[in-house]
């Protein structure tokens, strides 16, 4: 058993903070896949936000018997509105930690420097660093004790222009995700839009969208065996 941090944003839009966008969060599918493929496998998980407490949600399908299960227990939902704050967190106590997308997290996740910190003591102390769709967006600026990214020289997935551009914001997000993965020296891997793609580089587990949300916690569970 090994107890995983799950990253959510705290941003609540799709667009810069007070414009009028479409409402956004963490996506539900991004969280609920992971978390129950994890948990089953009897691991433990905590959720923090850049700011800690509450959190906001995107991708809200109940008809998903998943998402339902996740959204319906009163305990998880609660702590996904009360998320711990990243002065709560002490990495030692991490085997990996796992930043969920939805849309909110490019105006959020890559700023945060506090989790950017964490993330690295949890990879360098053996752990696994995780994230799927937007999530990758926290990844852009970990820094590790050598100076270098960790994102450079690995092979990386995450939600591509042509993604961007099929869901209509294109020219509404504050970066191209892929493009600033690759300036970091990420080797980008796409495949077909809104197609699963699941990408392990060393103790890095990346997937390109909502598909690959599942996908990105089962490659996680064997590296969790030896974190």
Not at 182 to 203: C, K
Request: proline share 7%; glycine share 8%; net charge negative.
């Amino acid at each position: 058993m090994s107890r995983i941090l799950f990253v959510l944003t705290n941003h609540d839009r799709k667009g810069p903070p007070g414009s009028n966008a479409a409402p956004s969060g963490f996506y539900l599918s991004e969280v609920s896949h992971p978390h129950q493929v994890l948990t089953e496998a009897n691991h433990v998980i905590d959720f923090v936000s850049p700011k800690g407490g509450k959190t906001h949600v995107d991708g809200f399908d109940l008809e998903d018997p998943v998402n339902a299960s996740f959204w319906n227990n009163p305990t998880l939902r609660s702590a996904t509105e009360n998320t711990l704050a990243p002065a709560q967190i002490n990495p030692s106590d991490y085997a990996a930690i796992f930043y969920a997308g939805g849309h909110a997290t490019m105006w959020d996740l890559a700023d945060s420097k506090e989790l950017a910190a964490i993330a690295a003591r949890i990879y360098e102390h053996g752990g696994l660093v995780a994230a799927v769709c937007h999530g990758p967006a926290g990844l852009i600026n970990i820094t590790l004790s050598d100076g270098h990214y960790l994102v450079e020289g690995k092979d990386i997935s995450a939600f591509t222009n042509d993604e961007e551009r099929a869901v209509g914001l294109y020219d509404t997000v504050p970066f191209l995700l892929a493009d600033a993965l690759q300036a970091r020296g990420a080797r980008h891997l796409p495949t077909a839009n809104f197609q699963p793609r699941i990408v392990v580089s060393e103790r890095l587990i990346t997937g390109q969208n909502p598909a690959s949300a599942k996908g990105v916690a089962d490659a996680m569970l064997p590296l969790l065996a030896h974190a």
